[in-house]
């Protein structure tokens, strides 16, 4: 696998370690004109500094933050430890349905906002990963053609697949997908709850 999606380092941690299966994205400015397009059926997660800030997240992950091996300015090697494949894909046209994933991602809501309202199109992508650990992790350096605000990129190295293994099990992946789609299927009440998928000890 060479194709890897880039997202930010403490997102990165929280799906690989099950605290989250989705992710949000609108796209960057080196997208096409159409902005982010889920291109790909199957990728690496690329964790990336750039853009990432701490009072993006909520407090929970925020110690995760401040933990993080990847500097603000960028390491010589990138770190590639997880493979994900597209389990859902939903491009969500108001603010309110995207608000109804509250407690299923670690983003906060005044991000999210910001994300929706940028740019010419008012809507977001929420896309669901089944991610896979890598056997061991694999060190790639961090070359300049990879910098710059794009979703995806094409790497020198190819990453092996083989031998992965899910970070989460079958039945408690499930259950977190129900979840996302149940908040998606205009069942108001449900999304007047707040219901969350994000245990506080699966953050870390």
């Given at each position: 696998?060479?194709?890897?999606?880039?997202?930010?380092?403490?997102?990165?941690?929280?799906?690989?370690?099950?605290?989250?299966?989705?992710?949000?994205?609108?796209?960057?400015?080196?997208?096409?004109?159409?902005?982010?397009?889920?291109?790909?059926?199957?990728?690496?997660?690329?964790?990336?500094?750039?853009?990432?800030?701490?009072?993006?997240?909520?407090?929970?992950?925020?110690?995760?933050?401040?933990?993080?091996?990847?500097?603000?300015?960028?390491?010589?090697?990138?770190?590639?430890?997880?493979?994900?494949?597209?389990?859902?894909?939903?491009?969500?046209?108001?603010?309110?349905?995207?608000?109804?994933?509250?407690?299923?991602?670690?983003?906060?809501?005044?991000?999210?906002?910001?994300?929706?309202?940028?740019?010419?199109?008012?809507?977001?992508?929420?896309?669901?990963?089944?991610?896979?650990?890598?056997?061991?992790?694999?060190?790639?350096?961090?070359?300049?053609?990879?910098?710059?605000?794009?979703?995806?990129?094409?790497?020198?190295?190819?990453?092996?697949t083989s031998g992965t293994e899910p970070v989460l099990s079958d039945e408690?992946?499930?259950?977190?997908?129900?979840?996302?789609?149940?908040?998606?299927?205009?069942?108001?009440?449900?999304?007047?709850?707040?219901?969350?998928?994000?245990?506080?000890?699966?953050?870390?």
């Amino acid at each position: 696998m060479r194709t890897a999606l880039k997202e930010w380092a403490v997102v990165v941690d929280a799906l690989g370690t099950g605290a989250q299966i989705l992710i949000l994205r609108k796209g960057g400015i080196h997208d096409t004109a159409g902005g982010f397009q889920m291109d790909h059926p199957e990728f690496c997660l690329f964790p990336t500094a750039f853009h990432q800030q701490r009072e993006s997240v909520i407090a929970l992950a925020q110690e995760r933050f401040d933990r993080s091996a990847i500097s603000a300015n960028g390491d010589s090697q990138i770190r590639i430890e997880y493979f994900a494949r597209v389990a859902d894909w939903r491009r969500l046209n108001s603010l309110a349905t995207a608000e109804c994933l509250r407690g299923q991602h670690i983003w906060r809501d005044e991000v999210i906002a910001q994300r929706f309202e940028w740019g010419r199109e008012k809507t977001i992508h929420a896309v669901v990963l089944r991610v896979f650990r890598l056997p061991a992790p694999m060190l790639i350096p961090s070359l300049s053609k990879y910098a710059g605000c794009k979703s995806w990129l094409e790497l020198d190295e190819e990453v092996p697949t083989s031998g992965t293994e899910p970070v989460l099990s079958d039945e408690a992946f499930e259950g977190k997908l129900r979840l996302f789609r149940r908040a998606l299927d205009d069942d108001t009440s449900f999304c007047a709850s707040g219901t969350s998928s994000l245990p506080q000890e699966t953050v870390r």
